[in-house]
Structure formats: C-alpha cells, structure tokens
C-alpha cells in the first residue's frame, strides 16, 4: 500500500457540504480527469483555505492517500484564479451550470485534456467580460457535446449528405437534415442562418463566441443544443436556476 503527497494543476467542480464542516470537492485536472477529495475543516472560518473551493477557481491542489482509494484527502488548495465577478448574477449562474456539466462528463481514471482546456478557456473568458456569460455557455454546451461525440457536423446534411440546402430539422438520429430531403412545416423549420451560426460557434475562439440571442438562428441553435445536452445528462439544478433567473435569449 504506497500512500502519498501528489499536487495538481486543477479546477474546482463541485464542493459539497460533509461532516463536521468538511468539502468533498470534485477537481477537473490539468489532465482532464475528475478527481475527488475530502477538505477537512474547510467550512471553518478560520481554515486557511476557506476561499479556495470556488465553482470554477483554478487551483494548484495537494492529494493525499493510498493510490487506489477512492477518496483522497486534499492537503492544501491555493486559488491561482477566480472567474468570479462580484455581484454579476448572470456570470454566477453561468458559472455554476459550467460546473454542474463538467462535473457530470468528466470521470475518474480517463483523462481528456479537451475538458480542461474548454473549460480554463470558459473560465477565462467569464473573468475578462462576464457581460457575455451566457455567448460562453452556449459555446460551451456546443463543444461539449461536439466532445461527446453527440454533434454531427453541420456542413453535410445528415440524411441525404448533401451540403447545399439550407439545414431545418435537427434530429438525434441523422444530426442535421436540409430542406432537400425532409420536408418540414415552415413554421417549424430551423431558421435561416442555421448552418452559419454552427460556423461561427466551431470556428471562433471563446473570447468572440457568438451572441447566442443575436438572431433567429443563434436563438434556435443555442436552444436545441441545450435541450440535447440536458436531456443527456439529466436533471441539472443549475439550469432550472438559470431558466428562473435569466430571460432565455
Ligand atoms: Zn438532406
């Protein structure tokens, strides 16, 4: 039984409440994978830690325990940056659905470095301008799903594979389907804009996500896809809060 001190570059999931005012707190690694850890008395206002286990905060964090034990102890956790803006409700809100998703997709024992460097770049992206919080979690939620391989590719349509008509159904059997090939109640078809608007989310960095309430297309898009990656995980708390608090776009 070897037990020992390993330190990771890492991001705060989720800290949950434990006894005697202990965390459990699940961490994305620099590596991609969840790790989970036990803080033992970090609740206390004195614990020297109390403002390290932010949703979101990257941190520089300690395990401690036997190789195979499911939960480590977390020795130490410094805050090397916070996404946080004091007071911006939206930039909140968007925080705590981005790690309620990660938390759900990331897994102990497999490593995806695509995790962390999707969600440092969200992180980022929230601190410099949390006015468009909710362009990064749209972005976010698309990647994401691109990453679960649960998005097909916009250019070609899913049915007939041709690329020249304009996309109007999204299904989760064929992905995207055009006008050529599956006829649609106008009314009901995706908007005009469709296939571009995935251009813009595949093609730009997050700083310049793009506004997902800016059109027609930009709104239908950002809805079926968080649709088809709640619908995946389920039952998202965070969500049922953003939906309360946030005029959806
Ligand atoms: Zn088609």
Redesign the pocket.
Known sequence: MVEMIRTHSAIVLRPTPFEEGGLVVSFLTEHGERLVGLARGAKKPTAKWVSSFEPLGLVKVGFFGREQAEIKRVTRCELQHSPMTLGHLESSLVVACLADVFDRVAREGVEDDRLFRLLSACARCLKEDPSRSLAVLAYAEHWMLHLMGLLPHPR???????GE?PLVLFTQDHGW??????PVDPREALPPGTREHLKLLRTLPAAQAPDPGGSEAARAVTRILRDRLRRELGGLKSYEVLEKLVVPC
Do not use: K, V
Not at 156 to 162: K, V
Not at 177 to 182: F, H, I, L, R, V
């Open positions: 070609l349509c899913g049915r007939c594979g041709g008509a389907c055009c006008a050529a090939c599956t």
